[in-house]
């Protein structure tokens, strides 16, 4: 990974880096939405929930590793329009995909990855969105609207005191 800049908007940093990512596959479930709707209807917080009460991880086979994947894709426009969200695991294989999940396969993309600030992993989360959307703003990132996900591997298990990272889809 080439390590292009540190950026710090308030009171957040974030490293940025700079990534050529290979296929892959995923399973889980997913919702069509907005960041309206997320924000005034919770309904990313609901379908998280509905991902843990149901257990969904345990029905996903065939799992490359434990990091569990938010994946927005299928975007109307842009940060504004409707998108879809898949929170679920990288897999090796489509092939048996279990009833009422979906699978995608994102393919290989030029990505900028952030990683959020040390602390309480859904503030992190939230704050490099804005972080991100303020770039956008800025002109300073130039996002394709592909395949975008959030990372959630063992650095992140301590929710209180974790981080995670945010691949954006950006032009090559």
């Given at each position: 990974m080439k390590l292009i800049h540190g950026l710090t908007l308030g009171l957040l940093m974030s490293i940025?880096?700079?990534r050529a990512e290979s296929t892959f596959n995923i399973i889980g479930i997913a919702l069509r939405t907005s960041n309206a709707a997320a924000f005034t209807q919770g309904n990313i917080g609901a379908l998280?929930?509905?991902?843990?009460?149901?257990?969904i991880s345990?029905?996903?086979t065939h799992k490359t590793d434990g990091a569990l994947l938010a994946l927005y894709y299928d975007f109307e426009t842009d940060k504004d329009g409707l998108y879809t969200i898949l929170l679920g695991h990288r897999v090796t294989s489509l092939d048996q995909i279990p009833d009422?999940?979906?699978?995608?396969?994102?393919?290989a993309q030029k990505t900028v990855i952030f990683t959020t600030p040390q602390g309480p992993v859904t503030a992190g989360i939230v704050q490099t969105w804005q972080e991100i959307w303020n770039l956008e703003d800025q002109q300073k990132l130039s996002r394709v609207y592909g395949f975008e996900y959030?990372?959630?591997d063992e650095r992140s298990y301590d929710q209180n005191n974790g981080v995670a990272e945010i691949h954006i889809s950006v032009i090559e």
């Open positions: 940025m880096t700079s998280w929930q509905r991902f843990f009460t149901e257990s345990s029905k996903i009422g999940m979906t699978g995608v396969q994102v393919p959030e990372l959630y």
